[in-house]
Each structure stands twice: as C-alpha cells, then as structure tokens.
C-alpha cells in the first residue's frame, strides 16, 4: 500500500481549529495536491474527527483512491472495557470508527499505545481477526517503544500471524529520539515509518519566534487546551534560539522552515510519510513541496548541529 511523504492529519485542527465545511475544502486540497494519506484517531475530538474526516472524504474522493488510518486506546467512555487494547475493546473501537467513518473497512489501524494491562498476544490475535474479517488491512502500532515493537513483530512471524506493518513514533527535529533504537528495529523488522508532529505542533515553522513573538494572536500557542505539548518549548530560551537560527538556516537556502524540518526528516530511508495538521489551503501547498526536496550536505550538517541527531531538545 503507497502512501503520499506528506500526508493529512485531523489530530487538533479538525473540530477544535476547523469547522466541518474548512475541513472538507481541506481534504479537496489535499487530494488536489497528491495527498492520499488521511490519519485521525477515535480519541480525536472524542470521534467527531472521525466523522468529519467521512464525510469529507466521502463527498470528495473515490473510495479506493484515498487510505484512512484511525486507531484506539484511549477511553472513549467511563465504562471499565472502553479503553485499552482489549479484544473487547478493539473490535468495539472498530465497529464505532467504521460508523463514524462511513466506510465498510479501514486502511491501517493503530493501537495507539502499548496497552500494559492486556497480555500481548490477546492484541495480536485481535488484529488477525479483525484482518481476516475484512474489517481492517493493515495494523500498525503508534508510540511503542523499540523492545515492544521488535516483541511483537517477531511474536507474529513465529506464530504465522501478520505482522504490524507500520509504527508512528512523535519524530520532529525538537524530538529526534526515534532514530536511536525505533527506526532501525522498524527497519530491520520491514515497518514502514509514518511520523506525527514533524514540525513540532507548528513550533519549527518559526511562526512563534519571528519578530520575537511567541505566540501570535489566534494560533495554536494561545490556546491553553491545544498548546499543551508546546508549552514547554515556547517557554525554553535555549530551544526558541535554536529556532531563530534555524529559520535563518532555511531562508539562507531558499526553503521555508516547515519544508526544510519535513525535507531533513524523509531524507531517512526508513521514513515513509510525515503527518501535517495544516488549517489553511496555504499550509498545505507549503509542506507538500518537502516532498522530493534536496538538500546538500552542508545544509544537513547545519541542521544537525542544531538537533542533534537521536536526541531531543530541552523544553520538547
């Protein structure tokens, strides 16, 4: 299954930051510009994500023209089975996502973390089954740790099973610590590698920094109930510096920061798509020209010098 470098995500910007109708004319733009990679979660809006997205898609694109990946893990209700990565409520979280999603099957489902309180091989067997009911294609897991991810692939090919095709780490320039153990154990075990957050929730776009600003009037940043993965590293010197530079680095070369901190990241070969959370048609276009970019090595050392590869910036 191919998916587009940079694909379209609904985490924070559908139901909080877009209106149904932004978010539809946002999905026309997407397929418009080679996207057919559409990620959301149950947990998203608590599933009016998900029935945004459906509809959007719907209304817009031929069904075997667009791949839709949505998971579960997080509680969905009080009750004491709706959370987690249970039989149970795995193929209740699908049977509710395919309603919302208005579709009779899912791309890729992810278990959205590792769930500690439910045997491993419980979770495994139900992506077997839900695979073999035609209920999803693919399974993928999202934010395990390298161990977790290595157990679970080679638990599968032991017994038969289809393994997990693909891991969506947090993977960023602020947050490089997936290429020290998860993308080569991705790679070694054949997962393909789709990242979330590659701008760091709009923190490499320079937007926050620029002019010395750090959080302009209507942005994500001034908003306490979707800033809160941000916040530590708007309130970082150190970190806001190393942005300023950064910027700089990327207008030296001709390139906008967003497109230089995706174009750094899909240089890795274990590097399949990177989730954008765009909320203006211009965003979009923006990041979609990452795809494909060159860059020189000086360019990438500078680069690297700043995030130093496997680690994370204080304040991410």
């Known amino acids: ?51 945004v997205l459906g509809r959007a898609l719907r209304s817009t694109a031929i069904r ?3 791949v839709v990946a949505t998971k579960a893990y997080f509680p969905m209700g009080e009750g004491v089975n709706n959370r987690g990565l249970s039989r149970k409520h795995v193929f209740d979280s699908v049977h509710d996502s395919l309603e919302r999603l208005g579709t009779d099957y899912i791309d890729l489902f992810y278990c959205h973390r590792y769930d500690d309180h439910t045997p491993l091989v419980e979770t495994l067997q139900a992506m077997q089954d839900l695979i073999h009911a035609g209920k999803i294609l693919h399974w993928g897991v999202s934010e395990w740790t390298a161990d977790q991810i290595a157990e679970a692939s080679s638990k599968c090919k032991a017994n038969g099973w289809i393994p997990p095709s693909v891991d969506q780490p947090r993977y960023s320039l602020l947050d490089r ?11 070694h075990h054949g997962l393909g590698v789709i990242g979330f957050s590659p701008l760091a929730e709009g923190v490499l776009s320079g937007k926050y920094v620029a002019g010395g600003a750090r959080a ?12 809160v993965y941000m916040r530590a590293a ?36 274990e590097v399949d798509s990177l989730i954008a959370g ?10 979609v020209k990452a795809s494909g970019l060159r860059l020189d ?17 204080a304040g991410a």
């Open 278 to 287: 765009a909320t203006t048609e211009a965003q979009l276009v923006e990041n």
């Open 64 to 66: 075997q023209d667009f």
């Open 216 to 227: 302009p009037e209507g942005s994500r940043g001034t908003r306490d109930e979707l800033n």
């Open 234 to 269: 708007l309130s970082d010197d150190g970190v806001n510096e190393r942005v300023r530079r950064f910027v700089e680095l990327a207008r030296s070369v001709g390139v906008t920061p967003s497109q230089l901190a995706l174009a750094v990241l899909l240089r890795r070969r």
């Open 1 to 51: 299954m191919l998916v587009s470098e940079i694909s379209y995500g609904t985490w924070v910007t559908f139901g909080n930051q877009l209106t149904a109708a932004d978010a539809q004319r946002m999905v026309r733009k997407a397929i418009s510009l080679g996207i057919n990679y559409f990620d959301t979660a149950d947990i998203d809006d608590h599933g009016q994500a998900e029935e």
């Open 177 to 187: 610590r997936a290429e020290d153990r998860v993308l080569p154990v991705c790679e």
């Open 297 to 313: 090595e000086a360019t990438i050392d500078a680069v690297d010098d700043l995030f130093p590869p496997g680690k994370t910036s």
